[in-house]
């Protein structure tokens, strides 16, 4: 009954390589985000979807793109992967309600590892 | 600047001791507040918010807006409980504000 999930748990791709992260989920929620999580270190907002429309955060590198072709699946890009880019990936949903969204469903990450 | 601060990285207490894991925000309009768990190879979960003022597995958290502070809770600690706990603070209509973590471990 896996509600978000994502492929693959444990990625490795090469310094400069680009690679993609996939998260699906079986929630039908329109809101989806992508967060990057380092060692020891707070997950971190890159962008999320609402319905289809982007929003990336500020200090979001170029680097990292995504795209959201349907309600279910959303993709994460890494362009140009660097060694500071090796991290957990967490991909998240939310029901948007009034008052705005209370709760994010997690999937269990992909953890990139660039060599 | 919004930001979320969990000043233990690691808190360990013994099997029936209370619990006092803390957070304290900063954050210039009126905040809401969650904890969410991550067990041991579990994903990461919610536990509980602030606005809902409920107890989930024991645990409580109190909004203190004038310490600015969330900290949870729990009278007696038990063994299930040992988890990575996040505070975070939704900033924005979609964004939220995670603290680093604070590991919980008990001891039998």
């Known amino acids: 009954d896996a509600m978000v999930i994502q492929n693959p748990r444990y990625q490795v791709t090469q310094f400069g390589k680009p690679v993609t992260l996939s998260c699906s989920q079986t929630?039908?929620?329109?809101?989806m985000y992508w967060y990057q999580q380092k060692s020891s270190q707070a997950p971190k907002l890159l962008f999320h979807?609402?319905?289809?429309?982007?929003?990336n955060e500020a200090d979001t590198p170029d680097n990292f793109q995504s795209r959201r072709p349907n309600t279910s699946f959303c993709f994460l890009d890494i362009r140009s992967p660097g060694l500071g880019d090796a991290a957990m990936y967490l991909c998240?949903?939310?029901?948007?309600?009034?008052?705005?969204?209370?709760?994010?469903?997690f999937g269990p990450g992909t953890r990139l590892t660039v060599t | 600047a919004q930001r979320v601060t969990q000043p233990e990285k690691l808190l360990s207490v013994f099997k029936g001791a209370p619990v006092e894991l803390k957070c304290n925000y900063s954050?210039?309009?009126?905040?809401?507040l969650f904890w969410y768990v991550q067990y041991s190879r579990q994903r990461l979960q919610l536990l509980l918010r602030?606005?809902s003022r409920e107890s989930i597995k024991g645990f409580t958290a109190d909004l203190n807006k004038g310490e600015t502070s969330f900290h949870l809770k729990k009278p007696f600690a038990q063994e299930e409980d040992s988890a990575m706990y996040y505070c975070?603070?939704?900033?924005?209509?979609?964004?939220?504000?995670f603290g680093t973590g604070t590991r919980l471990k008990v001891l039998a």
């Open positions: 975070a603070l939704k900033s924005g209509t979609y964004k939220y504000i």
């Open positions: 602030h606005i």
């Open positions: 929630l039908n929620h329109n809101v």
């Open positions: 998240a949903t939310s029901r948007d309600s009034e008052g705005g969204p209370y709760e994010q469903y």
């Open positions: 979807y609402y319905d289809k429309d982007f929003n």
């Open positions: 954050y210039s309009g009126s905040p809401e």
